[in-house]
Structure formats: structure tokens, C-alpha cells
């Protein structure tokens, strides 16, 4: 199983600030098997990002993604006060793993 | 639109089971693998498997098997976690997910709204 390790755990940023977030994969992974989400207290998962770095159908371009191998890395350009959120990158392979995933909140 | 909506929530003692429920519409139900996400208190997010509609095809995380059981009724697109021997360990969240492909791997693009399942005596 591949293990998926996202880093911070915790951010905290201003409206306005970059968002930088990190996922590192156990064992090198096709980019076209990497996805992320962004999780609200009490609603859905939200797709942002698949495929390493294509944006979901209505997300806005302040989010984008990239990276390879075993390293991933989610952006947010300038955090908008519903950007606080959890965000969980996911290896959508044969049995789909989920990172820990990294907390944004208002500093 | 695609939508999935789920049964509400659920508490059960420990050692029984729980059948959560997930109908779809929308689109063609046969077309696409259903999965299950579990988020548990404080935790992140957990995949527990997913089944084909069309074929009875499932597929669960090494964790779960033996303990879930997966099925569907096509006459009304509906597909049906079973969870059993519940711990408290199974409180949680449960989701269920549809991809973009008919295929196990692909990413979720649609979620229903989620069912609480509490575990206590």
C-alpha cells in the first residue's frame, strides 16, 4: 500500500497569503493518479486538483497543483476566507489511499 | 446533475452491524464504480472499498475485509455498505464517492452528503 505523508499539519495564514501545501508518496506514483480535496466541517469532500495538476470543473485558478515521483505539492495563490478548510491529497490507484491531510486556519 | 444521497444517521451497540444506503441519479448507475470513505473523529480521510454496479464487482481495503459487505440494487440505483462486529473504532462519517470512469481508479468527483454512524453502549 502506498502511504501518503502531507505536510504541515497545521497552517496559519491571513486572507490574501500564499498556501503552500506538501505530499510526499512512499514510493514513486504516476501523476496521473494524484488528487486533491479540500474538506469542510460538515459538507462533501470537494475535488480540486486531479491528475497532478488539472484543475476540477468550477474550481478557481488560485488553486493549482503540481509535482512528480513522490512529491506533490497544492497551492493556494491568495487565501480567500472559504479557503480555510482541511486539504487531503489522494493516490487514486487500484486500492485509493488518502494522505493525513494539512489544516488551514485564520491566524 | 449527478447526486447521491445517503440514509441518515445511525447508532448501533458494539458487535452489531450497520447498513448505510447511497442512491444515485443522474446518470447511468450501471456505468460507475461506487466507493466508501470513512472519516472517524479527529482522523483523516479512509477508503473502504468500492463496487461495481453492473457486475457485482467489489473491491475492499485489506482493513475491512471480511467485515464489509458491499451490494446494489439496479431497479433503484441504490448501493448498500454493510459494516459488521462494529468497535467504537467504526465511529465515523461515511461517504459514499463516485469517480469519472468505469474503472476502480479514478479520483471522486461526486460525493453524497455523508451518514454518521455512532458506536456505543
Known amino acids: 500500500e502506498i502511504v501518503l505523508t502531507q505536510s504541515p499539519g497545521t497552517l496559519s495564514l491571513s486572507p490574501g497569503e500564499r498556501a503552500t501545501f506538501s505530499c510526499r508518496t512512499s514510493q514513486s506514483v504516476s501523476s496521473s493518479y494524484l488528487a486533491w480535496y479540500q474538506h469542510r466541517p460538515g459538507q462533501a469532500p470537494r475535488l480540486l486538483i486531479y491528475g497532478a495538476s488539472s484543475r476540477a470543473a468550477g474550481i478557481p485558478d488560485r488553486f493549482s497543483g503540481s509535482g512528480s515521483g513522490t512529491d506533490f505539492t497544492l497551492t493556494i495563490s491568495r487565501l480567500q476566507p472559504e479557503d480555510f478548510a482541511v486539504y487531503f491529497c489522494?493516490?487514486?490507484?487500484?486500492?485509493?489511499?488518502f494522505g493525513g491531510g494539512t489544516k488551514v486556519e485564520i491566524k | 446533475q449527478v447526486q447521491l444521497v445517503q440514509s441518515g444517521a445511525e447508532v448501533r451497540e458494539p458487535g452489531a452491524s450497520v447498513r448505510v444506503s447511497c442512491k444515485a441519479s443522474?446518470?447511468?448507475?450501471?456505468?460507475?464504480?461506487i466507493h466508501w470513505v470513512r472519516q472517524a473523529p479527529g482522523q483523516g480521510l479512509e477508503w473502504m472499498g468500492g463496487i461495481n454496479p453492473n457486475g457485482v464487482s467489489t473491491r475492499n481495503a485489506q482493513k475491512f475485509e471480511g467485515r464489509v459487505i458491499m451490494t446494489r440494487d439496479t431497479s433503484t440505483s441504490t448501493v448498500y455498505m454493510e459494516l459488521r462486529r462494529l468497535t467504537s473504532e467504526d465511529t465515523a462519517v461515511y461517504y459514499c464517492a463516485r469517480g469519472v470512469a468505469a474503472t476502480m481508479t479514478t479520483y471522486f468527483q461526486h460525493w453524497g452528503q455523508g451518514t454518521l454512524v455512532i458506536v456505543s453502549s
Open positions: 489522494q493516490h487514486y490507484g487500484s486500492s485509493p489511499t
Open positions: 443522474g446518470y447511468t448507475f450501471t456505468n460507475y464504480y
